[in-house]
Structures are given as structure tokens and as C-alpha cells.
């Protein structure tokens, strides 16, 4: 019982910057870490950036440098602000959550994705 809403996904020209955002609502007991994935047509899913609750963070090679992942634990959310964007970067873009429910159950959950387009 939880939705996780992506919001900031757009087109931009190579260079440019986008913020996305994920606002996680529902019942649960607490988010344990959060990632943003992106997959584009034919490909599979990838892992962009993660964050601990703890605030320990894991980026992909491609992307590091110029995304910067960040989480406010007192509202459930998590950003990804992405600069220097590039064409190989166009994707939808997933926010994910590792959800504690109760004592017994944790879970991986799924945003809808929101589409990231850049061009050249």
C-alpha cells in the first residue's frame, strides 16, 4: 500500500539540466533506500543513482559528475537533479523504493516513470 509519483521529466537540448522528483504516499512504516532507473526502448533496466536512508549514495559511472541524488526522510521524497545532459541520457526514468510495511514485510515498489527526452 504504497504510490511512489515521479514529476519533472521533459524535453531539453544537450547541456541543459532537469529535476525530477518522487513523492512516496500510502500506508508504511519507513523507506529504506530509494534509486532512480531508466530504460530506454529495447533495453533493460538500469540503476542510475541510489540513496540510503542514512544518506549513502551509489551513482552509475555515466552519470557521475553530473547527477546529484538527495532525499528529505521527514517527507518521503526523493530528487535527482541531472546536468549536462546529454542524448544518451534520454530515457524514462523510475523511482524506486525498498518500502518496510510492518515487522514482517519489506518490498521493492515502482513508479509509474516519467519520460526524459534530450536532443542534439
Known amino acids: 500500500q504504497v504510490q511512489l509519483v515521479e514529476s519533472g521529466g521533459g524535453l531539453v537540448q544537450a547541456g541543459g539540466s532537469l529535476r525530477l522528483s518522487c513523492s512516496a504516499s500510502?500506508?508504511?512504516?519507513?523507506?529504506?533506500?530509494m534509486g532512480w532507473y531508466r530504460q530506454a526502448p529495447g533495453k533493460q533496466r538500469d540503476l542510475v543513482a541510489s540513496?540510503?536512508?542514512?544518506?549513502?549514495?551509489n551513482y552509475a559511472e555515466s552519470v557521475k559528475g553530473r547527477f546529484t541524488i538527495s532525499r528529505d526522510n521527514t517527507k518521503n521524497t526523493v530528487a535527482l537533479q541531472m546536468n549536462v545532459l546529454k542524448p544518451e541520457d534520454t530515457a524514462v526514468y523510475y523511482c524506486?523504493?525498498?518500502?518496510?510495511?510492518?515487522?514482517?514485510?519489506?518490498?521493492?515498489?515502482w513508479g509509474q516513470g516519467t519520460l526524459v527526452t534530450v536532443s542534439s
Open positions: 524506486n523504493a525498498n518500502v518496510k510495511f510492518n515487522t514482517f514485510t519489506t518490498l521493492d515498489r
Open positions: 500510502g500506508s508504511f512504516l519507513s523507506l529504506n533506500t
Open positions: 540513496i540510503t536512508r542514512g544518506g549513502s549514495i
